[in-house]
Every structure is written in structure tokens, then in C-alpha cells.
């Protein structure tokens, strides 16, 4: 009954701050691995996402960088459009598109405009 009293009071993030910073002042890397450990050995029994959460809040953690687009333009990668394949629409196309039944004022209208200019080219 004690060690359950004793357990309720214990604050779990806490303990894996107090070991994440002892272990930074060692000069060791604080891992969630080797904080359960520690703390298991103490009796605390914790998760590991709640350690590597506890370590991302306190700045030990990296986030994950993007990796840079391989290929393609630079405004493109930064837009987050794709090339397409030939004989796909883009979404410049669908953008492209939409600025078109805007101008016409409708769909329709853009469609019609759209049949006339093949009459015209045949």
C-alpha cells in the first residue's frame, strides 16, 4: 500500500527531466532507452513516448528536417507542386483553370468559349 501512496504522488516527468539533465551534464546523450533504465532501476515505471516527448519539450530531441527536392525547380519544391507525367493535369493546370472560369463567369460559359475556339481550329 505504500509504494502505491508513493507512486501516485511521483511526478513521472519530472524524474525523466531530473535524469535527462543529469545524464547531459555527464556528457551522455540523453536516449529514452537508457532513461527507462535508470528509472526502472529507481522503481518509475515510464513509456518510451512519453520520454521522447518529455525530451522534444525540453530541446534534447531534434526534429526531423526535410529533405531537399532532388529534382525540379526551386519554386516548384517550395509550392509543393508536382511535375506531371505527360497527358495528366497538374494542378498549374487546375489553378490555370479556375482563372479561366472566373474570367468567363462560370463554367459553362468557359466551356462554351472552349467549343467554339475547337470549331475554330479544324
Known amino acids: 500500500m505504500v ?5 501516485k504522488e ?3 516527468s519530472a524524474e525523466i527531466r531530473k535524469v535527462a ?3 547531459k551534464e555527464k556528457g551522455e ?3 529514452p532507452v ?3 533504465a535508470v528509472l526502472k532501476k529507481q522503481g518509475v515505471e515510464v513509456s518510451s513516448p512519453q520520454v521522447s516527448m518529455v525530451l522534444k519539450r525540453m530541446g534534447f530531441r531534434p526534429r526531423r528536417r526535410r529533405k ?3 529534382t525540379g525547380s526551386p519554386s516548384a519544391a517550395a509550392s509543393g507542386v508536382r511535375k506531371t507525367v505527360s497527358g495528366q493535369i497538374s494542378v498549374e493546370d487546375l489553378i490555370a483553370a479556375k482563372k479561366l472560369v472566373s474570367h468567363f463567369g ?3 460559359r468557359a466551356m462554351a468559349a472552349i467549343s ?3 470549331r475554330f481550329e479544324s
Open 29 to 31: 546523450k540523453p536516449r
Open 34 to 36: 537508457a532513461i527507462i
Open 10 to 12: 511521483l511526478n513521472k
Open 116 to 118: 467554339a475556339l475547337r
Open 68 to 70: 531537399a527536392a532532388a
Open 3 to 7: 509504494e502505491k501512496k508513493v507512486a
Open 21 to 23: 539533465t543529469s545524464m
Open 106 to 108: 462560370g463554367a459553362e
